[in-house]
Structures are given as C-alpha cells and as structure tokens.
C-alpha cells in the first residue's frame, strides 16, 4: 500500500521566518516519484519538484529547498525567509512507476503573516 | 509553456441539469486527468485517459461521463448530479502516465455548486 503523511495541518510563521514542511511517505515500490505542490486560494495546483527515488540529492530553488532521506521516508520541503505570497496549502504526493495515480497527503496549510 | 486551461471558472446548476466541463492543453501530453476536490481535501482521482483511451476510472458514479475527443482535450459531462458534488474539480495533463513522465500539471479548476 502507499500513503503520504503530512502531520502539520496549519502552519502560521511571520514573514522572514524559515518553514519546514514535514512529508513522510510508505511504498513497496523501488522506483517512485515524490511531488510538492502548492495550492493557493485560487484553487489551481502549481507543480514545484518531482524528485525520483534513485536521486536522493537534496535541492535548492531560491527560497525553496527539499530534503529527500530515503532511510527514514521522507521528503521534507523547506521555505526561507518566508513571504505572504507563500501563503498556501502545500501538498506532497507520491507515484510508483507503474502506477497511474497520485497518492497526496492530506496537505499543511502555510499562513505567513507580515 | 506547461499550461492546462479550464472553462468555465465556476459553473451553477441544478440537480435536473446537464452541462460539460472542458479541459485543454496544448503541452503534446498524452495523458489526461480530471480530479475531484472538496473542501480541505487533497485531490481525489477520478478518470485517467492515456492516448485518448480511458485508463482508470475510480468508481465514479455514472452521472459523470468524461470524454476525449483528441489529444489536446478532455471533457466532462455532468447529469442529475446531486449537492454532494458540488466541489472544485481539477484537470491535469502529463507526458506520460506512468514513469517519469507521469510529472502531472494542473489547471485552475471549476468550482462547482449544485442546487
């Protein structure tokens, strides 16, 4: 079976603050995919990383940078100096290779506050 | 230019109506999807289609009939719906549906609300 577990269900910061966005995941599969994505209010999911289970480098993008350990089955996404436009819900899912479908976690909502 | 559109936006109706949502992506993905998503929810997979054939359907009720017409467009037609499917639903397009190219990208949705 396969499931994403996002434990922090709101997370409320100030602005400048760093944010970490905790994910843990559960697969039989050897090779998958691990997905963030950001949902704000308007509604459309924005695509931020795929990472593949054989690639465990971490990643930087700006503000934004993930942490992938495949020992302890995670994919924790870090946001520097946060600013109210990260204000969102942000989802992390993963794939097997083989599979059609997406398994999301059930999201963290990020308030940043000025 | 990774963008899925969507129409319309927001969509009244009436549980006697029918109407369509329309999905389009000009990305050359061969794979499509629509997803339902109610209120603090994460997306919940509907209808997958892969090279305009439908691939999954996940027991969705049969008042939600999707089409393919071609590769760049998807559609979904509604009848007799009830008020508990009043949600925003999601279409997203992929290159692939399996792999590494199953990286799926996301419209803005329709909001829909059922009378």
């Known amino acids: 079976a396969q499931k994403v577990t996002q434990a922090q269900t709101e997370i409320s910061v100030v602005e400048k603050e760093d944010v970490t966005l905790d994910c843990v995941y559960e697969?039989?599969?050897?090779?998958?995919?691990l997905f963030w994505y950001k949902q704000p209010p308007s509604g459309e999911l924005v695509f931020l990383i795929r990472?593949?289970?054989?690639?465990?480098q971490n990643e930087i993008s700006g503000r934004y940078s993930w942490n992938f350990q495949k020992s302890t089955s995670s994919f924790n996404f870090t946001i520097t100096a946060s600013q109210v436009v990260d204000s969102a819900v942000y989802f992390c899912?993963?794939?097997?290779?083989?599979?059609?479908?997406?398994?999301f976690g059930s999201g963290t909502r990020l308030l940043v506050r000025p | 230019d990774t963008e899925v559109t969507q129409t319309p936006k927001h969509l009244v109706m009436g549980m006697t109506n029918k109407k369509s949502l329309k999905c389009e992506q000009h990305?050359?993905?061969?794979?499509m999807y629509w997803y339902k998503q109610k209120a603090k929810k994460p997306p919940e997979l509907m209808f997958v289609?892969?090279?305009?054939?439908?691939?999954i359907n996940e027991s969705v009720p049969s008042r939600f009939s999707p089409e393919c017409p071609n590769s760049s467009l998807l559609n979904l037609h509604l009848h007799a719906l009830q008020p508990e499917d009043s949600a925003l639903y999601l279409c997203?397009?992929?290159?692939?549906?399996?792999?590494?190219?199953?990286?799926?990208?996301f419209g803005p949705g329709t909001r829909l609300t059922v009378t």
């Open positions: 997203a397009s992929s290159q692939g549906a399996t792999g590494p190219a199953g990286e799926q990208y």
């Open positions: 899912a993963l794939r097997g290779d083989s599979s059609y479908k997406l398994i």
């Open positions: 990472r593949n289970s054989f690639d465990e």
């Open positions: 697969t039989r599969d050897t090779t998958y995919y």
């Open positions: 990305m050359g993905h061969r794979a």
């Open positions: 289609y892969s090279y305009e054939k439908l691939s």
